[in-house]
């Protein structure tokens, strides 16, 4: 080949090497985030169709509940091709669940989906996204303020009322009971300890050890265990999820005390809290729904430029032995 010849091939060549390092730098998603599976073709990120992108930053993904939902979430935004969902899975880190807010903001997502570990470090980041003009829903657990765009979740102050009230009557109003504590930085955790305390005020239940396991089953073991080497009797322990509950049994049936005392949590996945009220490890549970279906219905309303509530209550159920097989109670 002449000289001149190979000159005036530089520039495509240029292009070509320019259109590798692009597409290197685009590689595969880093190891915490991945798509709605199964929707993009090996190699790309987008959909066929999609026209949104929705950024979700899941706090932590190691309970069975935070599963369900990012599950909940995949099934429903499937239904509608325009949709792409990336998700972040922040590993229970606080900094980490910033950064990912952060990520998507300068990512340009067209809506930010988030469940927040805790309250207070997350409301700035979210209130710097609705700045940037990206709509967030947060999911589950709430912010500081009211800057987000909309909220979904159950009433974690009537949930703590209501088991409350059901350990008040099944003890007979006296009695001496553990509470395990959610993470007490956290909005579930607080409502569900306040309501509770309001529903046993003026009766004969005791708490006589209290405990924060930051939603964290193995924590809640080991509070338990200190808890038992402390008191001859415990006749209830109300935990405030059910990974909790099953840890203070765990730790309980180690200590031959199992059936001394009743297990209370709340969650009630079918395949954890369900089945095991159904197994009689737990005497109740009541349902937290994971919201994650309704999220995508408001995703798109939001999308839409279509109103949506400010504010958006799930339901909740009890399931008792008794009422485990006609599917739980509904809360009034
Ligand atoms: C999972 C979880 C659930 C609980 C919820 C509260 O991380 O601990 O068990 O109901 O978070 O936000």
């Known amino acids: 080949m002449h000289f001149d010849v190979l000159l005036r091939h530089i520039p495509r060549v240029v292009a070509a090497l320019s259109l590798t390092v692009f597409l290197v730098g685009c590689g595969p998603p880093a190891a915490e985030e991945n798509t709605t599976a199964g929707q993009s073709p090996a190699g790309t990120r987008q959909p066929a169709g999609a026209r949104y992108t929705i950024g979700m930053s899941q706090c932590n993904l190691n309970e069975p509940w935070r599963v369900q939902m990012n599950a909940d979430i995949k099934t429903a935004a499937e239904q509608h091709p325009e949709l792409k969902v990336v998700f972040k899975d922040a590993q229970n880190d606080t900094l980490k669940q910033r950064q990912h807010v952060e990520e998507f903001v300068s990512a340009k997502v067209d809506l930010l989906l988030i469940s927040p570990k805790e309250a207070q470090p997350l409301t700035e980041p979210v209130a710097r996204a609705m700045d940037a003009g990206v709509p967030v829903i947060v999911l589950d657990r709430r912010l500081l303020g009211d800057k987000y765009t909309c909220f979904i979740g159950a009433d974690n102050k009537k949930i703590g009322r209501a088991a409350g009230e059901w350990i008040v009557k099944t003890l007979g109003g006296k009695g001496k009971v ?3 504590k959610g993470l007490m930085t956290s909005t579930p955790g607080q409502d569900r300890h306040s309501g509770f305390r309001e529903a046993i005020e003026g009766s004969g239940i005791e708490v006589i050890f209290d405990a924060d ?5 193995p924590d809640a073991r080991k509070e338990m265990e200190s ?3 402390r008191f001859e009797q415990i006749d209830l322990v109300y935990a405030h999820n059910d990974p909790a509950a099953h840890g203070a049994y765990l730790a309980a049936r180690a200590a031959g005390r199992e ?3 009743k297990f209370v949590g709340i969650d009630a ?3 954890e809290g369900v089945a095991y009220v159904k197994q009689g490890i737990l005497d109740a ?3 937290y729904p994971t919201g ?3 999220a995508i219905d408001a995703v798109l309303k939001i999308l839409a430029k279509e109103s949506v509530e400010k504010d958006i209550t799930l339901g909740s159920r009890l399931f008792t032995k008794e009422n485990v097989n006609e599917g739980g109670l509904e809360l009034p």
């Open 292 to 294: 994650g279906a309704e």
């Open 178 to 180: 553990v509470e395990l």
């Open 259 to 261: 059936k001394d005392m």
């Open 227 to 229: 808890a038992l080497s």
């Open 213 to 217: 396991m930051h939603w964290l089953e």
């Open 269 to 271: 996945l079918p395949q």
């Open 285 to 287: 549970t009541f349902r």
